[in-house]
């Protein structure tokens, strides 16, 4: 059975700083790892997809990496914004050979940049 | 490009009662998933549609809940009756194909009382 987890549950950082959070998952036997963002009362909005192929992917000041034999995917953010404060999910999509898009999700990650 | 459309936000109801959510997906999208998201914890996989057919419905509480997608565009969710443990965030989201990026709603917000 596929678990992903999410450390640490909440993390509290000044503005401009640098930093990572983590996604592990149990199963290597991935199709894709997604990150995601969660804003209190919304819904998700996708932030990167990493193909189980690939090992990071990019997007303006957040970089995705993914190491799928350890298991491990990790999220970097430079130079934080009061305006990136948000829940920050990770998910994996199992690889078995079907068709299903199933997520399966981490508890998240509650980031505060504090100003 | 409109985002996936969710409807109500909110609703709270009594247990026993029932609740019936709609979702209409991004145009063009042939896969539909509905996902539970208890308080603290991340979204859980209720069912999936490619189209008009159920691809996975493996963790949907048959007994209780029931989803379709007659035109293979918009959705509705229905829970009947209700209970305690239903209280939960249902989101919406879909993708242009099985295992794509998924796009979410803003959910809807279920509190039984």
């Known amino acids: 059975k596929q678990e992903v987890t999410q450390i640490p549950a909440a993390l509290s950082v000044p503005e401009g700083e640098n930093l990572v959070l983590n996604c592990s998952f149990t199963?290597?036997?991935?199709?894709?790892l997604q990150w995601f963002r969660q804003d209190p009362g919304k819904g998700l909005t996708s932030l990167l997809l990493?193909?189980?192929?690939?090992r990071e992917q990019t997007s303006g000041r957040l970089n995705a990496s993914l190491d799928k034999s350890s298991g491990r995917s990790t999220l970097y953010i430079a130079a934080s914004q009061p305006g990136d404060s948000a829940t920050y999910l990770c998910?994996?999509?199992?690889?078995?050979?079907?068709?299903?898009?199933?997520?399966?999700f981490g508890k998240g990650t509650k980031l505060s940049v504090k100003p | 490009e409109a985002g996936v459309a969710q409807s109500p936000r909110y609703k709270i109801i009594e247990k026993r009662q029932s609740v019936a959510f709609w979702c209409n997906p991004i145009s063009g999208h042939a896969t539909l998933y509905w996902y539970q998201q208890i308080l603290g914890q991340g979204p859980k996989l209720l069912i999936q549609f490619q189209n008009n057919g159920v691809v996975d419905d493996s963790q949907l509480p048959k007994d209780r809940f029931s989803a379709e997608r007659l035109k293979g565009v918009d959705s509705t969710l229905k829970i009947q009756p209700a209970k305690l443990e239903d209280s939960a965030v249902y989101l919406c989201?879909?993708?242009?194909?099985?295992?794509?990026?998924?796009?979410f709603g803003p959910g809807t917000r279920l509190t039984v009382l």
């Open positions: 998910a994996v999509i199992r690889n078995y050979g079907g068709s299903q898009g199933n997520l399966i």
């Open positions: 989201a879909s993708s242009l194909s099985e295992r794509g990026t998924q796009y």
């Open positions: 199963d290597s036997a991935i199709y894709n």
């Open positions: 990493i193909q189980s192929s690939q």
